[in-house]
Protein backbone atom coordinates (compact mmCIF):
# COMPACT_ATOMS: atom_id res chain seq x y z
CA UNK A 1 0.00 0.00 0.00
CA UNK A 2 2.52 2.27 0.93
CA UNK A 3 4.94 1.53 -2.41
CA UNK A 4 1.40 2.72 -4.18
CA UNK A 5 1.01 6.01 -2.56
CA UNK A 6 4.56 6.69 -2.98
CA UNK A 7 4.30 6.07 -6.80
CA UNK A 8 0.68 7.97 -6.93
CA UNK A 9 2.53 11.76 -5.66
CA UNK A 10 5.56 10.88 -8.11
CA UNK A 11 3.36 10.51 -11.16
CA UNK A 12 3.34 13.23 -13.45
CA UNK A 13 1.42 16.00 -11.78
CA UNK A 14 -0.52 16.06 -15.93
CA UNK A 15 -0.85 12.72 -16.44
CA UNK A 16 -4.06 11.69 -14.13
CA UNK A 17 -5.94 14.88 -15.15
CA UNK A 18 -5.06 14.41 -19.06
CA UNK A 19 -6.09 11.22 -19.05
CA UNK A 20 -9.53 12.19 -17.04
CA UNK A 21 -10.19 14.97 -19.06
CA UNK A 22 -9.48 12.74 -22.05
CA UNK A 23 -12.32 9.67 -20.49
CA UNK A 24 -14.77 13.18 -19.61
CA UNK A 25 -14.71 14.03 -23.41
CA UNK A 26 -14.98 10.67 -24.50
CA UNK A 27 -18.29 10.31 -22.20
CA UNK A 28 -19.47 13.71 -23.15
CA UNK A 29 -19.26 12.77 -26.80
CA UNK A 30 -20.84 9.51 -26.43
CA UNK A 31 -23.84 10.83 -24.51
CA UNK A 32 -24.10 12.85 -27.35
CA UNK A 33 -24.29 9.89 -29.89
CA UNK A 34 -25.85 7.21 -27.56
CA UNK A 35 -28.67 10.03 -26.09
CA UNK A 36 -32.20 8.53 -26.56
CA UNK A 37 -35.48 10.45 -25.63
CA UNK A 38 -36.66 7.33 -23.42
CA UNK A 39 -34.91 7.92 -20.58
CA UNK A 40 -36.60 8.76 -17.47
CA UNK A 41 -37.07 12.55 -17.44
CA UNK A 42 -36.80 12.71 -13.69
CA UNK A 43 -33.37 11.70 -13.77
CA UNK A 44 -32.43 13.66 -16.68
CA UNK A 45 -33.78 16.45 -14.86
CA UNK A 46 -31.52 16.06 -11.60
CA UNK A 47 -28.41 15.56 -13.92
CA UNK A 48 -29.10 19.16 -14.95
CA UNK A 49 -29.17 20.10 -11.73
CA UNK A 50 -25.80 18.35 -10.75
CA UNK A 51 -24.38 19.46 -14.19
CA UNK A 52 -25.17 23.65 -12.85
CA UNK A 53 -23.51 22.85 -9.40
CA UNK A 54 -20.63 21.58 -10.82
CA UNK A 55 -20.49 24.52 -13.41
CA UNK A 56 -20.05 26.66 -10.03
CA UNK A 57 -17.65 24.72 -8.95
CA UNK A 58 -15.52 24.52 -12.03
CA UNK A 59 -16.09 27.93 -12.53
CA UNK A 60 -15.70 30.09 -9.44
CA UNK A 61 -12.51 28.67 -7.90
CA UNK A 62 -10.82 30.58 -10.86
CA UNK A 63 -11.70 33.53 -9.83
CA UNK A 64 -11.35 33.02 -6.51
CA UNK A 65 -7.86 31.69 -6.28
CA UNK A 66 -6.71 34.31 -8.34
CA UNK A 67 -7.85 36.88 -6.23
CA UNK A 68 -6.66 35.05 -3.38
CA UNK A 69 -4.16 33.06 -3.86
CA UNK A 70 -1.60 35.77 -3.94
CA UNK A 71 -1.23 34.77 -7.82
CA UNK A 72 1.60 36.50 -9.46
CA UNK A 73 1.12 38.67 -12.19
CA UNK A 74 0.97 36.60 -16.09
CA UNK A 75 0.25 33.45 -14.46
CA UNK A 76 -2.19 30.66 -13.85
CA UNK A 77 -4.59 30.85 -11.93
CA UNK A 78 -3.48 27.36 -10.32
CA UNK A 79 0.34 29.11 -9.62
CA UNK A 80 -1.19 30.33 -5.53
CA UNK A 81 1.34 31.23 -3.37
CA UNK A 82 -0.83 31.21 -0.69
CA UNK A 83 -3.57 28.60 0.66
CA UNK A 84 -7.08 30.03 0.25
CA UNK A 85 -9.30 28.78 2.44
CA UNK A 86 -12.76 31.39 1.58
CA UNK A 87 -15.41 30.87 -0.24
CA UNK A 88 -16.33 27.33 -1.67
CA UNK A 89 -12.32 26.89 -0.21
CA UNK A 90 -13.90 26.93 3.23
CA UNK A 91 -15.98 23.97 1.95
CA UNK A 92 -13.99 21.70 0.38
CA UNK A 93 -10.06 21.63 -0.27
CA UNK A 94 -11.09 20.66 -3.82
CA UNK A 95 -13.42 22.06 -5.77
CA UNK A 96 -12.70 21.84 -9.04
CA UNK A 97 -11.99 17.87 -8.44
CA UNK A 98 -15.42 18.18 -6.82
CA UNK A 99 -16.84 19.55 -9.75
CA UNK A 100 -14.99 16.61 -12.15
CA UNK A 101 -16.71 14.53 -9.59
CA UNK A 102 -20.12 16.16 -10.41
CA UNK A 103 -20.19 16.41 -14.00
CA UNK A 104 -19.40 13.03 -14.94
CA UNK A 105 -22.61 11.35 -13.01
CA UNK A 106 -24.64 14.61 -14.49
CA UNK A 107 -24.20 13.00 -17.90
CA UNK A 108 -24.86 9.63 -16.84
CA UNK A 109 -28.19 10.72 -15.69
CA UNK A 110 -29.06 12.66 -18.45
CA UNK A 111 -28.01 10.40 -21.52
CA UNK A 112 -29.14 7.26 -19.40
CA UNK A 113 -26.72 4.63 -21.35
CA UNK A 114 -24.93 2.15 -19.63
CA UNK A 115 -21.64 2.56 -21.90
CA UNK A 116 -21.41 6.41 -20.74
CA UNK A 117 -21.77 4.88 -16.88
CA UNK A 118 -19.05 3.06 -17.60
CA UNK A 119 -16.68 5.42 -19.43
CA UNK A 120 -17.64 7.78 -16.99
CA UNK A 121 -16.59 5.89 -13.50
CA UNK A 122 -13.00 5.99 -14.99
CA UNK A 123 -12.57 9.82 -14.26
CA UNK A 124 -14.41 9.94 -11.79
CA UNK A 125 -11.60 7.30 -10.15
CA UNK A 126 -8.60 9.55 -11.94
CA UNK A 127 -9.94 12.58 -10.30
CA UNK A 128 -10.25 11.23 -6.47
CA UNK A 129 -6.84 9.72 -6.86
CA UNK A 130 -5.66 13.23 -8.69
CA UNK A 131 -6.91 14.77 -5.25
CA UNK A 132 -5.00 12.67 -3.22
CA UNK A 133 -1.58 13.83 -5.23
CA UNK A 134 -2.85 16.96 -4.92
CA UNK A 135 -3.10 17.23 -1.50
CA UNK A 136 0.40 16.10 -0.97
CA UNK A 137 2.05 17.98 -3.65
CA UNK A 138 0.18 21.36 -1.30
CA UNK A 139 1.67 20.01 1.69
CA UNK A 140 5.30 20.21 0.63
CA UNK A 141 4.52 23.69 -0.84
CA UNK A 142 2.55 24.92 2.02
CA UNK A 143 3.67 22.56 4.97
CA UNK A 144 2.26 22.19 8.39
CA UNK A 145 -0.19 25.55 7.31
CA UNK A 146 -2.07 22.90 5.08
CA UNK A 147 -1.65 20.26 7.28
CA UNK A 148 -4.03 22.56 9.60
CA UNK A 149 -6.17 23.49 6.57
CA UNK A 150 -7.07 19.42 5.90
CA UNK A 151 -8.07 19.25 9.56
CA UNK A 152 -10.39 21.62 8.80
CA UNK A 153 -11.27 20.85 5.71
CA UNK A 154 -12.78 17.67 3.95
CA UNK A 155 -11.00 17.17 0.26
CA UNK A 156 -14.27 16.86 -1.45
CA UNK A 157 -17.17 16.26 0.61
CA UNK A 158 -19.65 18.65 0.33
CA UNK A 159 -21.44 17.49 3.25
CA UNK A 160 -18.95 17.14 5.48
CA UNK A 161 -17.63 20.64 4.50
CA UNK A 162 -20.67 22.34 5.10
CA UNK A 163 -21.51 21.05 8.42
CA UNK A 164 -17.81 21.55 9.61
CA UNK A 165 -17.79 25.30 8.34
CA UNK A 166 -21.28 25.83 10.07
CA UNK A 167 -19.60 24.27 13.25
CA UNK A 168 -16.58 26.52 12.88
CA UNK A 169 -19.45 29.12 12.66
CA UNK A 170 -21.21 28.80 15.32
CA UNK A 171 -18.03 28.04 17.64
CA UNK A 172 -16.67 31.75 16.64
CA UNK A 173 -20.06 33.56 17.24
CA UNK A 174 -20.13 31.93 21.34
Given amino acids: MEQWRRNLYNLNPYLLS ?30 WIIWVIGAVFGILPMF ?3 SKGGVPPGRSYVATARIVDSGLYAVVRHPQYLAQEFLCPAVMLIAQHWVVVVIGI ?25 R ?27
Avoid at 20 to 44: E, K
Avoid at 122 to 146: N, Q, S, W
Fill in 64 to 66: TLR
Fill in 148 to 174: RYVERVPRMNLVAGVIRLLQRKRGGAD
Fill in 122 to 146: VPMLLTYLDAIREDHACIRKFGDDY
Fill in 18 to 47: TISTAFFILQIALAFLLFSRNGIQVLRSVG
